[in-house]
C-alpha cells in the first residue's frame, strides 16, 4: 500500500531515534532519505553517500547546485565541515570493512530471520543491487523503512520471503507505518505500535513468528 | 616510451573505435560521465557495443542515449532501475545485462588495472544470481566468491582538470568508477574541463597518474538536462 505524507515522515521520524551523535550512517532513497530532517539538533553524524562522499550536508538552495555534487539518487547535495571525497573502490571498500554504523533501506520483504528481499521482482522490476548488497551484508546495524503491506494489502514481514533475497539475516529492525520491530534468534519482536494501531490489526498483517514486547503504557 | 603533450580532439580520440568494442564509461547516473565523447560516439553510429558502466544512466543522461539509440547489446552495470528503455530492452532479449554488486564492479575494475586476475569477496555469496556460475574459495576457514578482473579496450572518463601528461584530478561526486577505469583500458581518453600545461597541478593531489591515460580533450560541457532542473 502507498504511503501519505504524514506516515513517510512518522516513520523517518522514528527512524531518526536509532541514530546518536559520532555515527557513520548511509541513507536508502525514498523515505530513508528523509531520516536526517528528524534528527535532534546536536546530533552530530557523518553521512555517506556510495557516490563517493562522507558528510553530506544539506538540500543546496534553488540556483545554488553543483552537477558534480549529488547523493546516490542523483539529487544535488552540499557537504558538511570535515567532508571528503573517494572513488567508488574505497567507497564500498569503506561500507564491506564495516565502518558504516547504520543503514536505513527500503525493502519489499523482510523475513522473521532478518532476510532482505529488496532488488528484484522476478519478470517485473529488474533494476539490479545497485550498493544494496554490501550494505545489507556490511553495515553494523540495518533498518529497513518500508509500508507493513503491499499494494495488494499482503503483508511484507513474512516467515520466508518469496521474492529473491538481497541478502541473508542482516535486518536488525523494521519500522513500518504500523510498528517498531526488531528480529532476534526467535523471530520478529514487536516493540511499539505506530500511531496507535491496533495490536490485533498489526499481528494479523505480519506473517511468521511475533513475539509482544510492547511497552507498558 | 611516451608523449609529454596528450591533448587530442574528441573525434580523433575515437576514430579507430569500431563495432563490437568493449568499452567502459565513468559515471555514476550520469554524474561524471564524459558527455562530448558520448555524443562523439553517438555520431559516429559505432554498435554493438559492450559497455562497461556504473549503471544504465537515465534515458536522455549519461550512456543513457547509447542504450535508446541500440548502440549497445551487452552490459555491465550495477543499476538499470533509472533507465527504463535498458530494463525494456533486457526483457526483450536485445540488451544482455550483467549485473555485479556495485562494491565487487569497482574492485573488478580496479583488479583489471591494476594486473591482477580478480578479487575475492563475500558480497553476494548467498545470492544465487550473483554466485551463479562462480567458483568458491576458501581462505583462512572463510567462503569467497571469486570475482574476475574487468578490463577493456577503451575508457572515456570525465575530470576536472588533467595536464599535458594526462594527469588528472576529479570533481567532487564527478569521481566515482574514473579513477578506476582510467587504469583498467587498452586505450584511456579522459574528457575534462581544463588542460593545464605540465608542473600546474599539485602533484599530491593527483588522482590518476598519466602513464594510464592516453589522450586528453576539452569538455563542451554536458548537453542534457538534469532530473532535478525540470
Same mark, same amino acid.
Given at each position: ?32 532519505s ?5 534528527l ?43 567532508a571528503?571525497y ?8 569503506m561500507?564491506?570493512k ?17 532476510d ?12 539490479g ?23 495488494n494489502?499482503?503483508p511484507?514481514?513474512v ?12 535486518v ?26 491496533d ?19 | 616510451m ?7 580532439a ?10 563490437e ?21 553517438l ?21 543513457g542515449?547509447? +542504450? !535508446?539509440?541500440?548502440?549497445? $547489446?551487452?552490459?555491465? %552495470?550495477?543499476?538499470?532501475? *533509472?533507465?527504463?528503455? =535498458? ?47 562462480k567458483? +568458491? !574459495?576458501?581462505?583462512?576457514? $572463510?567462503?569467497?566468491? %571469486?570475482?574476475?578482473?574487468? *578490463?577493456?579496450?577503451? =575508457? ?6 588533467a ?22 583500458a ?26 594510464f ?9 554536458v ?8
Open positions: 500500500m502507498g504511503l501519505g505524507v504524514i506516515e513517510r515522515e512518522r516513520i523517518a521520524k522514528r527512524a531518526a531515534r536509532e541514530i546518536k551523535s559520532g555515527m557513520i550512517v548511509n541513507l536508502g532513497i525514498g523515505i530513508p528523509l531520516v536526517p530532517n528528524f535532534d539538533p546536536g546530533t552530530s553524524v557523518m553521512i555517506q553517500s556510495e557516490n563517493g562522499l562522507l558528510g553530506i550536508g544539506e538540500s543546496p538552495e534553488k540556483g545554488r547546485e553543483d552537477e558534480n555534487l549529488c547523493n546516490a539518487a542523483g539529487w544535488p547535495v552540499t557537504v558538511v565541515k570535515g571528503s573517494f572513488d567508488s573502490a574505497l567507497s564500498f571498500g561500507i564491506r564495516g565502518a558504516i554504523d547504520v543503514t536505513i533501506l527500503g525493502s519489499l520483504q523482510v523475513s522473521q530471520s532478518g532482505l528481499a529488496n532488488w528484484i521482482v522476478p519478470g517485473k522490476k529488474v533494476p543491487m545497485g550498493g544494496a548488497m554490501e550494505l545489507a551484508q556490511k553495515a553494523k546495524k540495518v533498518i529497513v523503512v518500508m509500508s507493513h503491506t503491499d499494494k494489502g499482503a511484507k514481514l516467515a520466508d520471503c518469496t521474492l529473491p533475497l538481497t541478502a541473508k539475516g542482516c536488525d529492525m523494521v519500522i513500518t507505518e504500523k510498528a517498531v520491530i526488531t528480529i532476534d534468534s526467535g523471530g520478529f519482536v514487536l516493540k511499539e505500535l505506530m500511531n496507535e494501531e495490536l490485533d490489526d498489526v499481528l494479523r498483517l505480519t506473517d511468521g513468528k511475533v513475539r509482544i514486547e510492547l511497552p507498558l503504557s | 611516451t608523449v609529454l603533450n596528450k591533448r587530442i574528441v573525434e580523433d580520440a575515437i576514430a579507430d573505435l569500431k563495432d568494442a568493449t568499452v567502459m564509461f565513468g559515471g555514476f547516473g550520469g554524474v561524471g560521465s564524459p558527455p562530448s565523447f558520448i555524443s562523439a560516439i555520431k559516429k553510429g559505432v554498435k554493438n557495443l559492450t559497455v562497461i558502466c556504473n549503471d544504465a544512466g537515465f534515458p536522455g543522461i549519461g550512456i542515449p547509447l +542504450i !535508446v539509440n541500440n548502440r549497445v $547489446r551487452r552490459l555491465i %552495470a550495477s543499476h538499470i532501475g *533509472s533507465n527504463p528503455v =535498458a530494463g525494456k530492452q533486457m526483457t526483450d532479449g536485445f540488451l544482455a545485462v550483467e549485473f555485479s554488486p556495485q562494491g565487487t564492479l569497482a574492485e573488478r575494475i580496479r583488479a583489471g588495472g591494476t594486473g591482477l586476475g580478480g578479487i575475492l569477496t563475500d558480497i553476494g555469496i548467498d545470492n544465487d544470481m550473483v554466485r551463479q556460475g567458483k +568458491i !574459495v576458501s581462505l583462512n576457514g $572463510r567462503a569467497y566468491l %571469486a570475482e574476475e578482473a574487468l *578490463s577493456a579496450e577503451y =575508457a572515456f572518463i570525465y575530470g576536472k582538470t595536464d599535458e601528461f594526462g594527469n588528472i584530478i576529479y570533481d567532487k561526486t564527478a569521481r566515482n568508477m574514473n579513477p578506476l577505469m582510467a587504469m583498467a587498452d586505450r584511456t581518453f579522459a574528457e575534462v574541463e581544463r588542460i593545464v600545461p605540465l608542473g600546474e597541478l599539485d602533484e599530491e593531489e593527483i588522482v590518476t597518474p598519466g602513464v591515460v592516453e589522450g586528453v580533450a576539452e569538455t563542451e560541457g548537453n542534457w538536462k538534469w532530473v532535478w532542473e525540470s
